[in-house]
T-cell receptor, first 111, second 114 residues
Framework: ELKVEQNPLFLSMQEGKNYTIYCNYS?????LYWYRQDPGKSLESLFV?????AVKQEGRLMASLDTKARLSTLHITAAVHDLSATYFC???????????FGEGTQLTVNP | EAQVTQNPRYLITVTGKKLTVTCSQN?????MSWYRQDPGLGLRQIYY???????DKGDVPEGYKVSRKEKRNFPLILESPSPNQTSLYFC?????????????FGSGTQLSVL
């Protein structure tokens, strides 16, 4: 059974600071996704990472994938309040089409 | 506008009363799936479908049924709902190219089973 673990689960940070959210998974995969969910809203796609060493950046967010370590990171640079949301990573097994989500990281950026 | 439409948005029902949550997408996507979201558990996949008449179980399929008779529709059926199925449900779709496509999510259905 594929397990996906995120940490931290809760993150409170000040505007302007940097931080990293980690996503570890338990089985072979080269397909990893990051989603954002605002309170009371649906999920929207942030990044799709499809190979070892993949790096994607959008604004203040940068995601990377290390398939050998079974680890993805979502790095936040110079956080702003608008980034406050819950961030989910999701992993798709190489051999199939099931998608397993992590528990989510609730990020709060304080002025 | 490209979208995934779920109905209803909110639903309160009683134990044992059959219900259906509808999901429709207008993007001609092959892949559709259902998730439930519970606090502290993230999203868990209930069922998915890779094309018409092709469905498969996700991680938590017990107590749910699905069908995929048309490409655009993927309803979720609870034959005999129980209180432990109280949850926030999301439908999602994507093109299928062997994996690696982002999901488009519906707005969600908040279900309460009394």
């Amino acid at each position: 059974e594929l397990k996906v673990e995120q940490n931290p689960l809760f993150l409170s940070m000040q505007e302007g600071k940097n931080y990293t959210i980690y996503c570890n998974y338990s089985t072979t995969s080269d397909r990893l996704y990051w989603y954002r969910q605002d309170p009371g809203k649906s999920l929207e796609s942030l990044f799709v990472l499809l190979s070892n060493g993949a790096v994607k950046q959008e604004g203040r967010l940068m995601a990377s994938l290390d398939t050998k370590a079974r680890l993805s990171t979502l790095h936040i640079t110079a956080a702003v309040h608008d980034l406050s949301a819950t961030y989910f990573c999701a992993v798709q097994e190489t051999s199939g089409s099931r998608l397993t989500f992590g528990e989510g990281t609730q990020l709060t950026v304080n002025p | 506008e490209a979208q995934v439409t779920q109905n209803p948005r909110y639903l309160i029902t009683v134990t044992g009363k059959k219900l259906t949550v509808t999901c429709s997408q207008n993007m001609n996507h092959e892949y559709m799936s259902w998730y439930r979201q519970d606090p502290g558990l993230g999203l868990r996949q209930i069922y998915y479908s890779m094309n018409v008449e092709v469905t498969d179980k996700g991680d938590v399929p017990e107590g749910y049924k699905v069908s995929r008779k048309e490409k655009r529709n993927f309803p979720l059926i609870l034959e005999s709902p129980s209180p432990n199925q109280t949850s926030l449900y999301f439908c999602a779709s994507s093109p299928w190219t062997g994996g690696g496509e982002k999901l488009f999510f519906g707005s969600g259905t908040q279900l309460s089973v009394l």
